[in-house]
């Protein structure tokens, strides 16, 4: 591969819902440029992009990958991305590092969640963007319709700078608006416009000239002037309109047929920024906001947007420069772990295939094997000069599963494979739940889950089985109780004695416990004897299997003897008082409560509302945001485990809530005592 300079790069990412062919797009331009001799298809799992296992068995992309497309001397970085909603963290990673982003649609099924997902996505990510309605040539695509639907759900104004020349069976090629030119089939032969696409034609022209005009103030008064525009004045100021975000062009193609593929290239070259011209890039510089620009001479600053675990190919890191450049064999540090790390052999990756190369120049996108430290989200640069740049924002992955090793051999690694997933994927963690002791997986999805177990399986030998996460219930107490027990065990030695007499009172705090015996009946050297007995028993729970907090216990009197008695009986007697104790101080269980906010088309409003009354919601409030309406509510987390799925259901994938938790509060009686029945039950099985 040549080597590209920073003006002559560009980075865009592919986004849209599933399906809409961003895929074959990639396939299509590959193919054009010479890059690949044939063009491979999604469903044969022959595609340069799609090379994952899992991708070839489901059929689609779940994992981003780069696609260098060299045209004109130009490189093009295209960043391929799921559609999937599950796997929005890889989209989320690629617009991260893109200048550009092209939002692919469906000419026949329009707008989809998806859509509107990478829609909303590229416009916090403040970079151009294109909208191209592909796959123009099936039966039943409609132009004006995509087109009008998607106008609806943008905040700017979309400006087609192409036509159709036919649809569905009859889509010959595209018209150009800005050339004013008829552009048949694969290649660029131009020719006039057919007749009866002339007024359409020119109509759409008129208004990309007042487009161009308000690109800047010398065009604008040019055209009041002389009420036109040269065909360079329209380039740069449709350069300016598109970079500033008041206008988002529009393109048609048929990527199967490789139709649309030019022009939409030559866009690519002219109209979305080189790295050069994005700048500048937000950073931070010894805690302290500054800018830098892209630039083969500035300080070395790179940012890796992805990384990629495998047993037998090691550890992948992708990798943005932002700034200066990076050589192979080289030695680089990682501001964020404070370490040093050394580089091996820097490539170019195109789909599975790396190509190796002596120097990544300043806004060019690489790869690197087997660094050690380093994780997505963190920022290589020179030691002397410390500039991090922010990593990406991801959404709160809100679907737990509890996981939990098949063999003892799987216990052993399960912690460490679990940790590299996460390290690869942004929006998979995992935590040990230490009121349930689960260990819980969280992602964005069934299916995000259900490839995160496989690939430990595949890729790392661990086997686990998944589960529904227990609620972390907690047990405390309502009114005061008293608890007496004796522990007496004499075994023809020296026996154990403790006797132990205790009052326990609803607390504010988590436990505390004082020492009012008088007289001397015990001494008070047992305790903490005592203490350990009843702490061991508030981890394990009385009545239902959960932690016990909320309590104060007042040790009031009890027994010794002078000879039998031992810490360990009064570590006994303390215990089983406690017992006793709080099951005369009214027992209940407290259930987590979550603040909840939920964003949904106001079309399904309704439908959120009577679900939520299911759930034994409070509804907050209801307000509208961009035409959408947000409900906030306090739910009680064992009603919100699976409302992932669930809200997809309801909105047709097009609802999002977030969640965080508020309070303890306590759970209704009849509930309680089926969970307190359950743990009976599941006490006996073990036995």
Sequence with gaps: MKEYKTESIRNIT????????????????????????????????????????????????????????????????????????????????????????????????????????????????????????????????????????????????????????????????????????????????????????????????????????????????????????????????????????????????????????VPLLDAFINLFPSPADAGPYKALKNGVETEITSSDSGPLVAYVWKTTADPFVGKQTYFRVYSGVINSDTRVWNHDKGVEERLGTVSIPRGKDNIPVQVVHSGDIAVVPKLSETVTGNTLGDKGTPIILPPAHYPNALYRVAVSPKTQADSAKISTVLTRLCEEDMTLSWTMDPTTRQTVLQGMGDQHIDVAVRRASSKFQLNINIAEPKVPYKETITKEGVGVYRHKKQTGGAGQFGEVHLKTLPSDGEFEMTWDVFGGAISQSYSASIQKGILSTMKDGIIAGYPVYGVRVSIFDGKEHPVDSKPVAFEIAGREAFKIAFQDAGPVLMEPIMNVKITVPEGNMGDILGDLNTRRARVQGMDTDKGRSVVTAQVPMAEMLRYTTQLRSLTGGRGIFDMEFDHFERVPAHLQQEIINAHKRELEEKE
């Design 14 to 261: 592919f986004a849209s819902h599933s399906g809409a062919g961003k895929t074959i797009l990639g396939e299509a331009l590959l193919h054009f440029s010479g890059a690949i001799n044939r063009m491979g298809k999604v469903e044969d799992g022959s595609t340069v992009s799609d090379f994952d296992e899992e991708e070839h068995r489901r059929s689609i992309s779940i994992y981003s990958s780069v696609l260098p497309v060299e045209y004109k001397d130009y490189k093009i970085n295209i960043l391929d991305t799921p559609g999937y909603t599950d796997f929005l963290g890889e989209e989320i990673s690629a617009l991260r590092v893109s200048d550009g982003a092209v939002i692919v649609v469906d000419a026949v099924a329009g707008i989809e969640v998806g859509t509107e997902l990478a829609w909303n996505y590229s416009g916090e990510s403040n970079i151009p963007r294109f909208v191209l309605i592909n796959k123009m040539d099936r039966e039943n695509a409609n132009f004006k319709k995509v087109f009008d639907a998607f106008q609806e759900i943008s905040d700017v104004r979309l400006l087609p700078l192409q036509l159709p020349w036919g649809e569905q069976a009859d889509f010959k090629g595209v018209i150009d608006l800005v050339n004013m030119k008829a552009l048949k089939g694969v290649g660029n032969d131009s020719e006039e416009i057919p007749a009866e696409y002339k007024d359409a034609a020119e109509e759409a022209h008129a208004a990309i000239v007042e487009a161009a005009a308000e690109g800047s103030d010398e065009l604008m008064e040019k055209f009041f002037e002389e009420g036109s525009l040269t065909g360079e004045e329209i380039s740069r100021g449709l350069k300016s309109v598109f970079r500033q975000g008041t206008f988002v062009p529009v393109f048609v193609s048929s990527a199967s047929n490789q139709i649309g593929l």
